[in-house]
């Protein structure tokens, strides 16, 4: 087992003046708690801490980093508590800790490699500080390093082929390549066992030959440049059998097709040098077309830079080059980690001190940089801003950009999900439609038969397709009332014309008539009626002889007028039914509704729109289905009635006091009618017109300032 001072003297060596008392107390805190646990290889568990603060070390980590590492699995695996941490260690380790806490108990499904992007992108979106990252890759290496322990074989080729598709990805991402190559052999092995045995052999059976090849050419490298006056290094490698499986793999190429499994890598001072040795390169063995990249001038989004080329080399087989500075070569395989590092045999100077802190601070205020400058940096750790990565209740993992709904997520999986859709729970638990998703959040929409998306949605919505298939329901179903509501209208105004409307809706002739008002489908013409644009009148003259017609006209005519009369009342009288226009507008005789009453509207058998105040009985009792949205939208030259009771003593004088009260509000009566009570008090019964509730208001209150009148109702 390594040991504690092992791992100090590595930090020591690039942090000199290092206060190391947070990781003194971290290991024995982390001694302490995990003590009796043991590993899978029967050794203590302690180890597995450490070997991860040891990677840490080696990714030249800071001492917080290191003491997250030797902490990371006590809240998962004792019984030590995030806020135990938080007291004894504070912010930083505390937030590192549970980050990489979440990340490990994501509740993943086994059929990972499907959504590998995904996956690795919502690791990356929950963790807002890169540290959290870097701990858990360490984390992952330990444990693939020793996964020869697991007993189980589908087990293991499961955790293997998760650290291919995710982890390893994600070291590359970060432009961590060394990491990347210890991932991908570890897993290789686990993953694809026959494989990787095959190309062992392969590699052994010819390693003495290739390792005299590779001498050979790393001097004649070296001799060719130095004669152009460029001294480098030259290393030649062997590339990873993982990556020769993914050759062969992705170009279908067999072991000996793929020629350059030996790579190598020349490591000069200077960028003028890389070009220069490239030209000297080029003049000695013939490039490849097309094989050749230029990473220094445009650095890939990971800031790797390198110049890569593949030659025909000195005994005609291809050979792959590449050329870069040392500093390159440093970055190259730490990439991000290279720069949250300390640098090496320096105590902390002001530069590099800067830069930690421009990093964490670039880390911690991801969500304000604007400067273009910055944002490209913050694209370079990727945590993408934008998006949030939830699961489905199978594990599936989801994007939807940042502010999303449990509504957005509905029809994401499936529009009838999204049209059924009553509720939702977020991590088992129940949470308004408003709520705004978060990444690692589990998601699971609940379902109702019948129901139907309302109209707010659109306001909750925040995807496109969301926003797009709640409309589509919306006047789906608008044009089937305006469908039901016209077939209705239809069918009485031509029975009363002695004419079976149903009979004739699916002949020739009804085609042509919806023809000839611009319609392409007889469907359309009729929810045209339902909508009031058309009349039904206009629709009956055509199926009306010509002599009929003018002898009918007329009568027709009477029929209908009433309808048309109340259409343009309905318009005078400005009611919007919510989602149509021009609809027939009727008020109810029941309650007579003012502006300013809350009011709903039934649709009628043919008589368009009654509206009524919410508060009415007969409103109440009628069937919901017919139930319409409406809303008041009228100008102040308009009146409408109101019916009132006034309650008074009967006595001369009361029927002048009630309308001398009434036209002083500036109200005109329309009816009256008297009812005698035996108990001498008489109820007045009144029809009066007004403006509006307000006008109504003022009635009132003018009406109980007389002294014989004992009651006033609006009825
Ligand atoms: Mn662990």
Redesign the pocket.
């Known amino acids: 087992m390594i040991r504690i001072t092992e791992i100090l003297d590595k930090l020591y060596e690039y942090y000199p003046d290092v206060d190391d008392d947070i990781i003194d107390r971290a290991y024995i805190f982390s001694a302490r708690v995990h003590a009796g646990q043991l590993r899978l290889s029967g050794e203590p568990y302690l180890a597995?801490?450490l070997e991860?603060a040891n990677i840490l070390t080696d990714m030249k980590l800071d001492p917080v980093s290191i003491a997250a590492g030797l902490l990371?699995?006590v809240v998962e695996d004792t019984h030590s508590t995030a806020d135990e941490i938080y007291n004894i260690f504070g912010k930083d380790v505390t937030h590192i800790v549970s980050g990489v806490t979440k990340i490990?108990s994501l509740p993943f499904s086994s059929d990972q490699h499907r959504q590998a992007e995904n996956t690795r992108k919502m690791i990356l979106a929950m963790a807002d500080d890169i540290r959290v990252i870097l701990v858990k890759l360490a984390?992952r290496l330990?444990?693939i390093q020793t996964l020869h322990y697991h007993k189980s074989a589908e087990k293991r080729k499961r955790i293997a082929q998760e650290t291919l598709d995710i982890y390893a990805a994600i070291a590359a991402r970060l432009g961590i390549y060394w990491m990347k190559r210890e991932l991908e052999e570890n897993a290789f092995y686990y993953a694809y066992p026959e494989e990787y045995e095959r190309i062992e052999n392969f590699v052994k059976k010819e390693q003495g030959e290739r390792e005299k090849y590779v001498t050979t050419v790393r001097n004649l490298i070296e001799e060719t440049l130095s004669h152009s006056g460029i001294s480098c290094e030259v290393l030649g490698r062997y590339k990873h059998y993982y990556s020769i499986y993914q050759k062969m793999q992705s170009q279908g190429l067999e072991f000996e097709e793929v020629y350059d499994i030996i790579a190598f890598r020349i490591i000069v001072e200077t960028v003028s040098e890389c070009y220069g040795a490239l030209g000297t390169i080029h003049s000695k063995w013939k490039p490849i077309p097309k094989k050749f990249k230029d990473y220094i001038a445009v650095p890939k989004p990971n800031m790797y830079q390198s110049l890569h080329t593949t030659v025909i080399g000195p005994y005609g087989e291809r050979m792959e080059i590449q050329i870069r500075t040392r500093e390159m070569d440093l970055v190259n395989n730490y990439g991000i980690a290279a720069h949250w590092s300390y640098k090496e045999g320096k105590t902390q100077d002001v530069n590099t001190e800067k830069a930690f802190a421009w990093i964490q601070n670039l880390v911690e205020n991801q969500k304000s940089f604007r400067d273009p400058e910055e944002f490209l940096e913050n694209v370079r750790i990727d945590l993408y801003p934008d998006e949030v990565f939830v699961f489905t209740p199978t594990g599936d993992v989801k994007s939807l950009p940042k502010g999303a709904t449990p509504i957005d997520f509905a029809f994401l999986i499936h529009t009838e999900v999204g049209n059924k859709c009553t509720g939702a729970r977020v991590n088992g638990r129940l949470v308004p439609l408003a709520y705004q998703l978060k990444s690692g959040d589990i998601v699971e929409i609940i379902t109702t038969r019948g129901s139907q998306p309302s109209k707010d949605w659109i306001n909750l919505a925040k995807t496109v397709k969301a926003k797009s298939r709640i409309r589509q329901h919306i006047r789906k179903e608008e044009k089937e009332r305006s469908l039901s509501l016209g077939r209705e209208m239809c069918e009485k105004a031509f029975r009363k014309y002695k004419l079976n409307f149903n009979a004739l809706v699916n002949t020739d002739k009804m085609e042509k008539t919806a023809e000839e008002f611009g319609f392409k489908t007889v469907e359309d013409l009729i929810a045209n009626v339902g909508t009031g644009k058309t009349t039904p009148l206009q629709v009956i003259r055509n199926f009306v002889p010509d002599s009929q017609e003018k002898k009918e006209t007329s009568l027709i005519e009477k029929v209908l007028s009433r309808q048309e009369d109340q259409k343009r009342r309905g318009k005078e009288d400005g009611v919007v039914v919510q989602g149509m226009e021009d609809i027939l507008i009727k008020f109810g005789n029941c309650c007579h509704p003012v502006p300013g009453d809350s009011i709903t509207g039934y649709i009628t058998q043919g008589q368009g729109v009654t509206i009524h105040r919410s508060s009415c009985i007969n409103a109440l009792k009628m069937d919901p289905d017919r139930r319409i949205d409406v809303e008041w939208k009228y100008n102040d030259n308009e009146k409408f009635p109101a019916s009132l009771s006034v309650a008074g003593y009967d006595q001369v004088g009361l029927l002048a006091d009630i309308s001398t009260a009434i036209s002083k509000a500036n109200a005109n009566i329309n009816e009256v009618h008297l009812e005698h009570r035996d108990d001498n008090v008489v109820l007045v019964h009144f029809t009066i017109v007004v403006q509006n509730v307000d006008h109504l208001d003022q009635v009132m209150a003018g009406l109980r300032k007389v002294p014989i009148i004992s009651d006033v109702k609006r009825t």
């Open positions: 597995h801490p991860v990371h699995d490990s984390d330990h444990n």
